[in-house]
């Protein structure tokens, strides 16, 4: 289904996004979650919902206070770990690779 | 068998296969208002409603109850944790295969039936090509279809 001229990453087309997924396949990935969630863990499986299977997973939940004295903002992450995790795919916002430096 | 049909289709051509192979298997469910379910899987569709047994629900707040069977849709789970002992690629085979193997060809007037039946080849197709092939990654295939890695 490839046409000349398409761009290629090795012997495989990049036609569509999923196919950027598919490049992360056996990867560690992060993944942003709706209600303030994040997901950091490898890359097992994944289908056209974004439906994922990830593994050695890492969710990070962020909550924000606000102090009753001082009224500041008070973010509050919490943090636990999921050997191996089925995602449900409409839950997912977006997947990219870890990032690299700050906010690790 | 048109409605048979489209349940084929996405229990084939998504994830909601694996999480069907976990009926027998106790487990943990995380549901999207923060709650979630400890208990025997009894029952999943291809919509990834779920039905549990022994189950023991526990709210946002922490507060636990038993139920002798808890029902839950599909839309409502946010994540299903998958029990280390199970092979995840085995039992994604099982799901897929008879299907296959034993689907005699009849008549194929009727439409729905021949999209089932392309669909189940297609999917056959491409999973035995990954086996043989033993790639880094999978193969590209016509877009909709799941990647597997072993």
Redesign the interface.
Same mark, same amino acid.
């Given at each position: &289904? @490839?046409e000349d001229g398409e761009p290629t990453i090795g012997t &495989? @087309?990049v036609?569509?996004p999923?196919?950027l997924i598919?490049?992360s396949?056996?990867e560690r990935i992060y993944v942003k979650m709706r209600?303030e969630r994040e997901l950091r863990g490898r890359l097992?499986?994944?289908?056209?919902?974004l439906?994922?299977?990830l593994g050695d997973v890492e969710e990070t939940v962020t909550s924000v206070e606000v102090d009753d004295e001082t009224f500041e903002e008070v973010y509050k992450t919490t943090r636990r770990n999921?050997?191996?995790?089925?995602?449900?795919g409409?839950?997912v916002i977006l997947v990219a690779p870890p990032m690299r430096g700050g906010g690790m | 068998m048109g409605i048979h049909a489209r349940s084929r289709h996405r229990e084939l051509n998504t994830l909601t296969c694996l999480v069907m192979k976990l009926e027998g298997w106790k487990t943990t469910v995380e549901l999207q208002n923060d709650a979630y379910v400890s208990g025997l899987v009894i029952e999943v569709d291809a919509k990834m409603n779920m039905q549990m047994t022994d189950a023991w629900y526990t709210d946002g707040n922490g507060r636990s109850i038993r139920l002798d069977l808890f029902h839950v849709r599909g839309r409502k789970i946010r994540y299903v944790h998958i029990p280390d002992k199970m092979d995840m690629m085995e039992a994604i085979r099982e799901r897929v295969a008879p299907l296959v193997r034993h689907r005699k060809v009849g008549k194929k007037s009727h439409i729905a039936l021949k999209r089932t039946e392309q669909t189940v080849r297609r999917f056959y197709r491409q999973q035995e090509g990954e086996y043989h092939q033993q790639p880094q990654q999978g193969e590209a295939g016509p877009s909709g279809h799941q990647t597997l890695l072993h």
């Open positions: &289904m @490839a &495989m @087309a036609e569509e999923l196919d598919r490049l396949l056996d209600n097992h499986a994944y289908d056209q919902h439906n994922m299977i999921i050997p191996m995790l089925f995602v449900r409409d839950g | -």
